[in-house]
């Protein structure tokens, strides 16, 4: 829920993901799921910290790389430096605002060429 991360008006430094991948098994849930929370850095700016207790837990800095990890299914403990946050994303400032509008000037655009192609018959 990518407009749950951040409330307006406060500007978090890091995210926290904990969560319990044991009911996807042995199968590809665990790395979409890890995956998701890397795009929810990205799209936010910030650096996660994601503790899984059978999936993949991890710190991943604000643009997505991982810091340092644990893989899937190994017990144990991730030590490593929280990386600084990133200077505020696009989408962090406005959320789904930018892709509204330029679905919308692209619809009026389209519109706008249907009449005046209809205007020529």
Do not use: K
């Not at 951040?6 to 969560?19: D, K, Q, R, S």
């Not at 849930?29 to 993949?56: D, K």
């Not at 340092?68 to 017990?75: F, K």
């Not at 962090?92 to 692209?106: I, K, M, T, Y």
């Amino acid at each position: 829920f990518p407009g749950e991360v951040a409330v307006a008006g406060a500007e978090p430094a890091w995210m926290l993901n904990l969560t319990n991948d044991g009911w996807f098994g042995n199968s590809t849930g665990p790395y979409q799921h890890f995956q998701q929370s890397r795009v929810r850095a990205i799209e936010q700016g910030l650096p996660l910290v994601r503790s899984a207790n059978t999936g993949i837990s991890a710190v991943v800095d604000p643009y997505g790389r991982i810091v340092r990890a644990l893989p899937l299914g190994t017990a144990g403990a991730v030590d490593a430096p929280l990386p600084a946050r990133a200077p505020r994303t696009i989408f962090a400032r406005w959320g789904d605002w930018p892709l509204l509008f330029l679905l919308c000037a692209g619809l009026l655009s389209c519109t706008i060429g249907r009449c005046r192609e209809h205007r020529h018959y």
